[in-house]
């Protein structure tokens, strides 16, 4: 089984950064990618981004050069680098270990509120 762990959510004010985290534990040697995705109130589970181990990446158009994400070395662990936040961006923050096999494994989700 593989467990997912976010962190790094929090209030901040419109124009500001924040850096989310995500880990991978357990069994992860079938994991070949990490993404992120969050939900508003009322609304859907949408994209962020995503990226393999080997670097590859994905971004839901309309946060290209806002958002940036990375993998840690370990290839079990990836950030989300967030600027220029605005009131649009708050929702929960979730993270999602891809796997082999079709598999997939999210985490609890992390609050990202932007208020002034």
């Known amino acids: 089984q593989v467990q997912v762990v976010e962190s790094g959510g929090g209030l901040v004010q419109p124009g500001g950064s924040l850096r989310l985290s995500c880990e991978a534990s357990g069994s992860t040697s079938n994991i070949y990618g990490m993404g992120w995705y969050r939900q508003a109130p009322g609304k859907q589970r949408e994209l962020v981004a995503t990226i393999t181990r080997a670097g590859v990446t994905t971004y839901q158009d309309s946060l290209k050069g806002r958002f940036t994400i990375a993998i840690a070395s370990a290839k079990t662990a990836a950030y989300l680098q967030m600027n220029s936040l605005n009131f649009e961006d708050t929702a929960v923050y979730y993270c999602?270990?891809?796997?082999?096999?079709?598999?997939?494994?999210w985490g609890q989700g992390t609050q990202v509120t932007v208020s002034s």
């Open positions: 999602y270990a891809m796997a082999q096999y079709n598999r997939g494994y």
